[in-house]
């Protein structure tokens, strides 16, 4: 009851503040949002009960009309979700987790920071070229087996939801926030970087984060025995080389389907699809490895959670407070570049953590385009600090799709990836406004 009674006094506090600069609707808005974000930092109420709350929250308070909020519950990414989810139960069902941490951990030390560092590194490497979401579930069961220690074992998913979100900037195809910077620079007639050139402006980026984030998560652990750790390879069996085939086929079709343009349009598959398709195929006879009861182990209130960021993200847009607050921070445009981008990165980066950085950088785009559009250069540099910093929120499960799934595990407290991630925050904020000002 306390933790609750601090959730509702901070609620009050944010109105009251709120009410001095906004309308009232708007102070209402965040009010509620700061109650909510209090709730799944706390722990005063189950993950998934906080998370179903904005379908009264909203309607009753005035902010939109339930028939606005429940779709946010069903929308077509969250199907990609449960078929990533219900793959990473197959492979953690037949064991095969146990032969890629063997053969992962090979290559790095057997300490708890080697074994932090390989997690972080393998996550960001393959992150660049397949969707940090499909890496993030393929790795959690790995993460999960590691260790018994539940203090290595969080800090061993920190490094894969971390890694992803890291290495997920790289390149335009790693997460969806870089596409639609792209995509919203091609509406506007604005030349964006090609391929190669992205990855040369974002490579120094990521390289700080993997040196950095990792260090930081292994400080509080470097003394924890890791001897219990099996390193040794062990011989895949029939069940396992199948499953390996089928995650293999699935990494090519995705690769595939990947469009790089101008050069190559993709097959024009939905993603979400593919990755439902091969979630439902765990379940065919004599091909896949699991039954209905098997169901039971779906993170049901992760999948409420990016409900309630989309419910978020709605009531922003259609209330007009992403718009009063475009207005209200107009006076940044007067700023030198330097501190400009610094103050992008950091309203982007914690702005991030209440809502997903999907549906944030929709929000946020055409927010910056208007500063942008008059800057030349400095103007494509101030959208890319924008969007990289939308994958630079390491504090709350709904900022990013690879936190949401590590939380799925149900291993590791709200509060103990906000206290990490806070510091991660304000990393990634530096260092991408940095390398931004000075490279970009």
Do not use: C
């Not at 894969?160 to 390149?171: D, M, P």
């Not at 030198?336 to 991030?352: C, G």
């Not at 208007?370 to 101030?382: C, N, Q, R, T």
């Amino acid at each position: 009851m306390k933790d609750l009674g601090i959730s509702l006094a901070i609620g009050i506090l944010f109105f009251l503040i709120s009410i001095t600069i906004f309308s009232l609707h708007h102070a209402l808005l965040i009010s509620l949002v700061a109650f909510l974000v209090t709730l799944w930092t706390n722990g005063a109420l189950p993950l998934g009960v906080v998370s179903l709350l904005p379908i009264i929250l909203f309607p009753a308070f005035g902010i939109l009309d339930i028939k606005e909020v429940a779709p946010n519950y069903s929308k077509t990414i969250i199907f990609l979700f449960i078929g990533g989810f219900m793959i990473a139960i197959a492979v953690e069902k037949i064991g095969l987790h146990k032969f890629f941490s063997a053969k992962l951990l090979s290559y790095f030390p057997n300490t708890p920071t080697g074994i932090i560092y390989a997690l972080a590194v393998t996550s960001a490497l393959l992150s660049a070229v397949l969707s940090n979401t499909t890496i993030t579930l393929m790795l959690l069961p790995i993460g999960l087996y590691l260790s018994e220690n539940i203090k290595l074992k969080v800090r061993f998913l920190l490094a894969i939801a971390y890694g992803a979100s890291i290495g997920g900037i790289i390149t335009p195809i790693g997460t969806p926030p870089n596409m639609l910077l792209l995509g919203f620079l091609e509406e506007h007639g604005v030349l964006a970087p090609s391929f190669g050139e992205w990855i040369v402006m974002l490579l120094p980026v990521a390289v700080i984060m993997l040196l950095t984030i990792p260090y930081i998560l292994s400080r509080s652990v470097k003394n924890e025995s890791v001897l219990e750790i099996d390193t040794a390879v062990p011989i895949l069996d029939k069940k396992q080389k199948r499953l390996i085939y089928i995650i293999s086929s699935l990494a090519l079709l995705l690769i595939v389907n990947t469009p790089i343009k101008p050069y190559y349009s993709g097959l024009g598959l939905n993603e979400k699809l593919i990755l439902l398709g091969y979630g439902l195929l765990m379940f065919m006879p004599k091909f896949g490895f699991l039954n209905w009861d098997d169901t039971k182990r779906l993170p049901y209130e992760i999948i409420f959670l990016f409900g309630a960021g989309f419910s978020i993200a709605t009531a922003f847009s259609k209330t007009g407070l992403a718009a009063e607050i475009a207005h209200k921070i107009s006076f940044i445009s007067q700023m030198p570049l330097f501190w400009m981008l610094i103050l992008v990165a950091l309203f982007v980066s914690f702005s991030t953590e209440v809502t997903s950085n999907t549906a944030l950088t929709s929000i946020a785009l055409p927010i910056f385009y208007e500063f942008a559009k008059d800057m030349g250069h400095d103007g494509i540099v101030l959208m890319m600090v924008a969007t990289i910093a939308a994958s630079y929120a390491f504090m709350l499960p709904i900022a990013t799709p690879p936190n949401a799934i590590v939380m799925s595990s149900r291993v590791i407290k709200v509060g103990t990836m906000a206290k990490i991630g806070v510091i991660a925050n304000f990393i990634g904020v530096f260092v991408v406004g940095v390398v931004g000002y000075f490279l970009w």
